[in-house]
């Protein structure tokens, strides 16, 4: 076991229906610390550069104005095995095949608008944190 931060985005679809604070409960009772938050209102550029591993995918410019609709909630969570245990209380990416308890099975409305972004891997959490926060927003 290794204590390790990773790097989540709660949607615009949830700030939308007001649900920061279910999703927040959710990550918390998992064990996962909210160790720097805050609320942006992502450009076109930037989601676009966030999203930059998937510019040849058919979904990459819905996916953007998706990001771009209304204000995401940013953060850094700290935990045993973060990346890892982020990626199982989201769930699957497609909400239909989400396990039941997952935030994806709860509370997602469709593959795209999805709720929840988590790192894929501590290397790419690395990044994104840096893409988002400076040293000094982060306080474990
Ligand atoms: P995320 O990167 O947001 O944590 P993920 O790793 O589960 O999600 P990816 O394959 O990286 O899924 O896709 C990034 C995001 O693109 C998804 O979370 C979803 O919002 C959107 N997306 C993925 N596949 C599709 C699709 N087939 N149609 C529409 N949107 C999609
Ligand atoms: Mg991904």
Redesign the pocket.
């Known amino acids: 076991m290794a204590l390790e931060k990773t790097f989540s985005i709660l949607k615009p679809d949830v700030t939308r229906r007001n649900l920061t604070g279910k999703i927040n409960e959710k990550i918390e009772s998992a064990g996962l610390r909210i160790i720097a938050q805050k609320r942006l209102w992502l450009t076109r550029p930037q989601a676009e550069a966030f999203y930059g591993v998937?510019a040849t995918r058919s979904?990459f410019d819905?996916?953007c104005t998706f990001m771009t609709s209304g204000p995401v909630v940013v953060q850094v969570l700290e935990g045993e095995n973060a990346v890892v245990n982020y990626r199982n209380v989201m769930g699957a990416?497609n909400p239909a095949n989400a396990t039941p308890g997952t935030i994806r099975k709860e509370f997602a409305e469709s593959?795209?608008a999805?709720s929840v972004?988590?790192s894929?891997s501590l290397e790419n959490a690395a990044t994104e944190i840096k893409f988002f926060f400076g040293d000094i927003e982060i306080v474990g």
């Open positions: 998937h979904f819905d996916l990416t593959i795209e999805n972004h988590g894929d």
